[in-house]
């Protein structure tokens, strides 16, 4: 089974690649489907389109996540606690209250960073790949580095490293469940898919 990797279109873009028939998105991306790609058309497509990834997300700075730990209903309760203890003129109370809340959102940093720091490790020894044909021979890269035009090569358990257009496949069901909710996997073809008008 194969299919063409497409995450950004280069500057031929007929739009719809699903309604295209696989022979039109082969020559519109310029590839073979025989060869796939050449190394360095692969590369020159790396560098415009860049990698096969979804932007990092930007941390918020430390003060705002500080400052998002008093979001919690404890939080809140303990605030609401130390105002009124300082309105009764309790001054032993109020800083003692105070000196919780901050305690409670150090600590919540401190697992809050735990446990990015354990998602982190987990990423890094989960990298995907994905085997392709460049050059007429098969090889594995990593799935961030797969292009536009990319010819991927799919077997029995095999995870999609990226939106593609089939061009051939035999029996090919995907288990599309984490993104339809649909429990059973769905069958594809190499087929054109309809174009509806609304």
């Known amino acids: 089974m194969t299919l063409q990797a497409g995450r950004h279109a280069p500057a031929v873009t007929p739009g719809r690649w699903y309604a295209m028939s696989a022979e039109g998105v082969a020559a519109a991306l ?4 025989a060869a796939g790609l050449g190394a360095a058309t692969a590369a020159e497509r790396l560098r415009d389109s860049g990698p096969n990834a979804l932007p990092e997300e930007q941390q918020p700075p430390g003060w ?13 309760i303990l605030i609401g606690a130390a105002i009124v203890s300082l309105a009764v003129q309790e001054w032993g109370t109020t800083v003692l209250l105070l000196a919780l809340t901050v305690l409670n959102a150090v600590i919540g940093l401190r697992q809050e960073g735990k446990a990015e720091s354990a998602m982190n490790a987990l ?3 989960m990298k995907a790949t994905a085997r392709v044909r460049r050059d007429g021979s098969e090889a594995e890269i990593p799935a961030e580095q797969l292009v536009v035009g990319d ?4 077997s029995a358990g095999d995870q999609v490293p990226a939106d593609g257009r089939i061009v051939a496949a035999s029996a090919l069901q995907i288990d599309e469940s984490a993104l339809t909710g649909e429990s059973t996997p769905s069958a594809k073809g190499a087929g054109t898919r309809p174009t509806w008008r609304s």
Do not use: A
């Not at 705002?64 to 809140?76: A, G, P």
């Not at 010819?151 to 799919?154: A, E, S």
């Open 151 to 154: 010819v991927v090569l799919l």
């Open 30 to 33: 310029h590839v073979d489907p």
């Open 64 to 76: 705002r996540r500080f400052l998002d730990e008093y979001r919690s209903y404890m939080q809140l």
């Open 123 to 125: 990423k890094s020894m």
